[in-house]
């Protein structure tokens, strides 16, 4: 089956700073890798969501690249806020989704 | 739109007992839901999909006997954590997307489900 690897665990950086999220992923018949947000005690949120038929989706301050060959996708936040602090979830399959195991952002004022 | 709810939002049972969550599109029809389990500071673990009218699919490693799921309208998926020990204690919690029944539509996920097994 799939497996996610996610790093950093934890990431702390200051306001206006940019965050990047790395996740590799193993079985190359994943074609779909959302990135999800989810605030303490809330729910996840899909944020940002990227098909292996793409190299690079923008969404204002929120990117994601996907490397098909190194099987490895990344998330990179710009000009960061306070508001952006909350753990960050890569995942990445076809039918199913199997889960990284989460980066803490912290964003500092 | 695309609003999924959950119920109880909280549990704590005693070891033994059965426990029912609900799972509830509420504005938008679900034919497929997805059930996952998260550990404290760990992961969502897909556990199982709900097939609205047909059995569920568990994934490897999770008991159907243990965790017992029935999809019995378009709306409501239910999970049963059967004879719960305290192992069982984590927060649950359900997707669907009010675009289809692949996981590659945006899910939406249900507030969840903590349970606590004494």
């Known amino acids: 089956g799939e497996n996610v690897e996610q790093h950093p665990s934890t990431l702390s950086v200051q306001e206006g700073d940019s965050a990047v999220i790395k996740c590799t992923y193993s079985?190359?018949?994943?074609?779909?890798f959302p990135w999800y947000k989810q605030e303490l005690g809330k729910r996840p949120q899909l944020i940002i969501d990227?098909?292996?038929?793409?190299g690079e989706k923008k969404d204002q301050r929120i990117a994601v690249t996907l490397n098909k060959t190194a099987k490895h996708f990344s998330l990179h936040i710009t000009e960061t806020q306070p508001e952006d602090s909350a753990v960050y979830f890569c995942?990445?399959?076809?039918?199913?989704?199997?889960f990284g195991k989460g980066t803490m952002l912290l964003v500092s004022p | 739109g695309a609003v999924v709810s959950q119920h109880p939002s909280r549990v704590i049972c005693k070891s033994g007992t059965s426990v029912k969550i609900e799972c509830r599109s509420l504005?938008?029809?679900?034919?497929?839901m997805f059930w996952y389990r998260q550990f404290p500071k760990k992961s969502l673990m897909l556990m199982a999909t709900?097939?609205?009218?047909?059995?569920?699919?568990?994934e490897q490693g999770v008991e159907k006997d243990k965790f017992l799921i029935n999809h019995a309208s378009l709306t409501l998926s239910t999970l049963t954590v059967t004879s719960a020990h305290p192992e069982d204690s984590s927060f649950y919690i359900c997707?669907?997307?009010?675009?289809?029944?692949?996981?590659?539509?945006?899910?939406?996920f249900g507030p969840g489900t903590r349970l606590l097994v004494l």
């Open positions: 997707s669907a997307s009010p675009r289809g029944t692949s996981v590659q539509e945006t899910q939406y």
């Open positions: 079985d190359s018949a994943s074609n779909y």
């Open positions: 990227i098909r292996s038929n793409v």
């Open positions: 504005d938008f029809q679900a034919t497929t």
């Open positions: 709900s097939n609205e009218g047909s059995k569920a699919t568990y």
């Open positions: 995942a990445a399959g076809d039918s199913t989704l199997t």
